[in-house]
């Protein structure tokens, strides 16, 4: 194999597929990324067993051909040549790689693509396409709300269902809640899917990398696998296998009281308070936060024997009978770091009941937050 590229182009592929090759893996192989030719393109493609990217580079195809190239060594060397230089890569039948630019010469050793894992195709059927701000909005309002115990390996994800032409994502820890939707699919998809978040982070990383916001991104949901699809890049990742659990029976039917907040304030308020807690995944007082509401103001507050105590208020709209609630504040900051209006609404009941959080405007978005009983 001999192609050779210019460094702008290869950089974007490798940081496209890197990111993906498993430095811990007990195969070698998968620290390594495949590079390849098909047709008249370079296909760069990366998988840990349950993720994986491909993309496809442009460059000069002088002999075809393939080898798998250690993934670090390799973007570490090309980072270091000169800009404007262009890149001659070569692979033998002994599996050694050649890499010369201007005055720099580079020999690694690669390893057999017939020893790499074959990565599966893009689903054919039952897939949509939706605008990628789109997307990848519903992914960061949701993915904060992922659970990390492993134990709770269904909770692990963002949960996607698509059906009568409308997209849902859910996802929980058990304590909150993140409820999104999009009315934009074709009517005859349907799929559900358990998204790991290692694959939401990966999927937010390669859209994040596009300049245009509003380029259609394609999503397709098998059986096993939930993949998507963009420009020159293809990203598949397995599922969670197992039943996510009802999350409509978490969502308060009705509540007696609902406060318009300010955005901004409420989250600075928060996050001062914030600062006089314990530690943020303790669920014992100490990383308490306490909501007083009262007529036409939100005190926020916090008290730690050994650190310290603190009060602030917020300007509300509220005439009810004077309520307390406590909360884990970096549940509250989340949320409203994700509401895109200048006004929230915060719908409750009682310091017992679960709390709901929303955007003033957007009825396609809401946030579930259980209170602290302390």
Partial sequence: ??????????????????????????????????????????????????????????????????????????????????????????????????????????????????????????????????????????????VFAVSKDSQRYVLNGVYFIAEEGVLRMVATDGRRLAYVTSESLDKKIKGKAIVPTKAITDMLRLISASDDAAEDVKVGIADNQCAIEFRDITFLSTLIEGVFPNYEQVIPKKTESQVKLSVKDTLTAVKQMALLTGDKLSSDRS??????????????????????????????DYKGEPSEINFNPNFIKEVLQNIDEESAVFSFTNALNPATLSPEKDKNYLCVVMPMRV
């Fill in 287 to 316: 990383s308490a936060v306490k909501f007083y509401f009262a007529s036409n103001v939100l005190r926020i507050s916090a008290s730690t024997a050994g650190l310290g105590s603190g009060e602030v208020e917020v300007e509300i």
């Fill in 1 to 142: 194999m001999k192609v050779i590229c210019g460094k702008e182009e290869l950089m974007r592929g490798i940081q496209t597929v890197s990111p993906v090759a498993s430095s811990k893996s007990t195969l070698p192989v998968l620290s390594n990324f495949l590079f390849e030719t098909e047709k008249n393109i370079i296909k760069l493609s990366s998988t840990d067993l349950e993720i994986a990217v491909k993309c496809h580079i442009k460059g000069e195809i002088v002999e075809e051909g393939g080898i798998t190239i250690p993934a670090k060594r390799f973007a570490d060397i090309i980072k270091e040549l000169s800009q404007d230089a262009e890149i001659e890569i070569r692979a033998d039948e002994t599996n050694q790689i050649n890499i010369k630019s201007g005055k720099s010469k580079f020999t690694l050793m690669g390893i057999s693509k017939t020893e790499y894992p074959v990565i599966p195709e893009f689903p054919k059927e039952n897939n949509f396409t939706i605008k990628s701000d789109v997307f990848s909005s519903m992914l960061k309002k949701t």
